[in-house]
């Protein structure tokens, strides 16, 4: 009996030390233990992928290595976001102090319109731009994985490329998650004959967890990308196999769309909270400079005093987001192609602006709430995967097809799905997205330009040394799952475990809503919210969150993967 009492008091101190430590303190607890490494990390949805990417890490590659083997790698092991038909960023942070940003990102194909998915009422066409190979833009993921290796890799794309290609000739073993996904959505994958035969069984029933997965039309593109690089995909074989399905299925990316397509090393967008470094994705990614915007107008709250998921904390933190996606609606878009005033969004005078505008104790409906004027300020955007090595490079990659399993149509004899990220641009102005997310003229549809994103790949640094590398799927959610991880880091002194797993909501502007996650509040603060005047919606587990966590002074990586698996 004492021997237990002691034990149990053991027990409670040192989870309490936990929750009271300061960053870089003690970081573990007995609930809450994250995964520890000295010798680099890699974190993703897949263990498959990790594995072959650690073995990067371990055979000698930079993180940028193991990242461009881990891409390749789920998008064998994870088809419901992990790709080739796809695109997505990239946030690089050297240990000699360079940062760096890849926009590989799809792109409209040469025949898109303005008004492709309305009606001749000038309505939305259902699933136009969500279904099918009309849905798709050109995809982006191969050339950003050489553009990465091109610039910051020491091995071969064949080298990195190979681990996978068994995966997918012999095939994998179905995790629960994976045959949960292929029932929620064999309906939409029965529609195209291609999907089919790839991804549901000759009688049509899905796979069941633990069968194997075979690709052996998908293990052929990856030989053909390994052997001919980027080309063999945007210029050669497989290029004429997406032509030729495109043109059979009423889609409209050619051979020329293809071979136009490059991607795009662009500035990062940079932050400074609470002395704190954030580095993130420029646009046409909208989740770097609105992660900024909402942490400089919390940075003039004590959020740490007011108490994780507290009623004041978060009707600040609501309020922020929800001017973040008002101003999202309305300025922001393809850099190429419009003005986004970045500048203006992260500077630290527009968030007084906006903090001069919240009255704590009160919800402001959206409806009173519209797009701000960062210009004054300006002066003269799904799976995520986290690497670390242990000379202190760090590669966060957020890439997705947009929705579970793209568009949901495969590309005959490649094996592989094609996006939906269509559906990104603004089909009609204030029309809802697939995610209920409102935009304008800024992100509308044009010949060769880029879809706005939610990605929110990100690194934090604090005096140059690297601190926390995060980032998740989750469509319009990633910003805020983003910005919730770094507020619980740096103002609620969680360790990395406890940071991704605790209770995440969610306002985006409209809908009027703060989403939370069920169990996530509890009734007495769901009481007070609504007693401000918020509409409190439960729904779902929010994110899929991959992050890892420096101990600078230990040399030690803590890394947690999301719980809620949602993809």
Not at 138 to 149: D, I, K, N
Not at 476 to 504: G, H, K, Y
């Amino acid at each position: 009996m004492k021997h237990n009492k002691i034990v149990s008091l053991l027990c409670l101190a040192a989870i309490l030390m936990t929750l009271i430590c300061p960053l870089g303190g003690i970081v573990e607890a007995a609930s809450f233990r994250p995964e520890k490494r000295t010798d680099g990390m890699v974190l993703s949805t897949q263990k498959i992928a990790n594995e072959i990417g650690m073995k990067v890490l371990q055979d000698g590659g930079n993180a940028i290595d193991a990242a461009v083997a881990v891409g390749y790698a789920l998008a064998v092991v994870h088809p419901v976001a992990g790709n080739l038909g796809g695109g997505g960023f990239a946030v690089i942070h050297l240990k000699s102090g360079e940062d760096a940003v890849l926009d590989f990102r799809e792109m409209a194909p040469g025949k898109a319109s303005r008004d492709m998915y309305l009606d001749a009422s000038g309505n939305p066409v259902p699933k136009a731009s969500t279904d099918g190979y009309l849905a798709a833009g050109v995809p982006g993921t191969v050339a950003g994985m050489s553009a990465l290796l091109q610039r910051y890799g020491t091995k071969s794309l064949k080298e990195l490329i190979e681990p996978s290609i068994p995966y997918a000739e012999n095939g994998f073993a179905i995790s629960a998650r994976q045959a949960e996904t292929f029932v929620e959505h064999a309906s939409r994958l029965k529609q195209y004959a291609s999907s089919r035969s790839y991804f549901l069984k000759a009688d049509g029933s899905t796979y069941k967890e633990g069968e194997l997965l075979i690709q052996k039309d998908l293990a052929r593109t990856l030989r053909a990308i390994a052997a001919g690089g980027p080309d063999a995909f945007y210029k050669g074989e497989i290029a004429d196999r997406i032509a030729a399905d495109m043109a059979a299925n009423g889609g409209i990316i050619s051979k020329d769309d293809l071979a136009k397509y490059k991607a795009i090393w662009r500035e990062p967008v940079r932050g400074d909270y609470r002395g704190y470094q954030i580095i993130s994705m420029s646009p046409p990614s909208s989740g770097g400079t609105h992660i900024i915007q909402m942490l400089n107008t919390l940075e003039g709250y004590d959020l740490k005093a007011m108490g994780h998921n507290s009623s004041a904390a978060v009707n600040v933190i609501a309020e922020a987001m929800r001017r973040a996606y008002a101003d999202r609606s309305e300025f922001m878009g393809d850099p190429d192609f419009v003005n986004v005033p970045v500048k203006g969004l992260t500077s630290k005078g527009y968030a007084a602006e906006i903090r001069a505008k919240i009255e704590q104790g009160k919800a402001t409906p959206s409806s009173e709430v519209r797009p701000g004027n960062p210009q004054i300020h300006e002066g003269t955007n799904t799976t995520h995967y986290s690497v670390v090595d242990k000379q202190g490079n760090a590669v966060s990659v957020t890439y997705t097809i947009n929705d579970y399993y793209g568009s949901a149509a495969a590309i005959a004899g490649a094996g592989f799905l094609l996006n939906n990220e269509m559906d990104d641009f603004s089909i009609k102005a204030g029309v809802p997205n697939l995610y209920g997310l409102v935009g304008g003229d800024a992100n509308a549809i044009a010949p060769y330009k880029r879809p706005l994103s939610s990605m929110s790949p990100t690194i934090v640094t604090k005096d140059g040394q690297l601190v926390l590398v995060v980032g998740s799927p989750g469509g319009s959610r990633i910003i805020t799952t983003v910005l919730q991880v770094i507020l619980n880091v740096i103002d609620f002194d969680m360790n990395i475990r406890e940071a991704v797993d605790a209770p995440r909501i969610h306002m985006q502007w409209l809908p009027d809503e703060i989403r939370i996650e069920k169990n996530g509040l509890n009734q007495d603060v769901i009481n007070k919210l609504t007693e401000m005047g918020y509409k409190i919606a439960p729904k779902a587990p929010m994110g899929d969150v991959n992050a890892i966590m420096i101990d600078q002074q230990k040399h030690i990586m803590y890394g947690a993967s999301d719980p809620r698996n949602e993809f």
